[in-house]
């Protein structure tokens, strides 16, 4: 099993920047990719960003050059973070960090809105 805990979302004006955060604890040692999705009111879930254990790393378009994942491991937890600058409104949406490990584990989502 592996737990996933997010922080960071909140309000913010368009071009500013926020920061989340997700701590994995539990079976960490099984987990081979960490990653954000996010999904806005109407729309489906889509991946923002992904970071393999190996440190290949995936964006989609809309994000590339604003957004940064990166990932921090311990023996007893991994986090990854999603560094967003350069915020538009069309970015609002809940995110959700996301694991693959044996199994598959979604945090609980968190709120990104962007508005003037």
């Known amino acids: 099993q592996v737990q996933l805990v997010e922080s960071g979302g909140g309000s913010v004006q368009p071009g500013g920047s926020l920061r989340l955060s997700c701590v994995a604890s539990?079976?960490?040692?099984?987990?081979?990719?960490m990653g954000w999705y996010r999904q806005a009111p109407g729309k489906e879930r889509e991946l923002v960003a992904r970071?393999?254990?190996?440190?290949?790393?995936?964006?989609e378009d809309s994000v590339k050059g604003r957004f940064t994942i990166s990932r921090d491991n311990t023996k007893t937890t991994s986090t990854v973070y999603l560094q967003m600058n350069s915020l538009k409104p069309e970015d609002t949406a809940v995110y959700y960090c996301?694991?693959?490990?044996?199994?598959?584990?979604w945090g609980q989502g968190t709120q990104v809105t962007v508005s003037s």
């Open positions: 996301h694991s693959n490990a044996i199994d598959e584990y």
């Open positions: 539990g079976r960490v040692f099984t987990i081979y990719a």
């Open positions: 970071i393999t254990s190996d440190g290949r790393i995936t964006y």
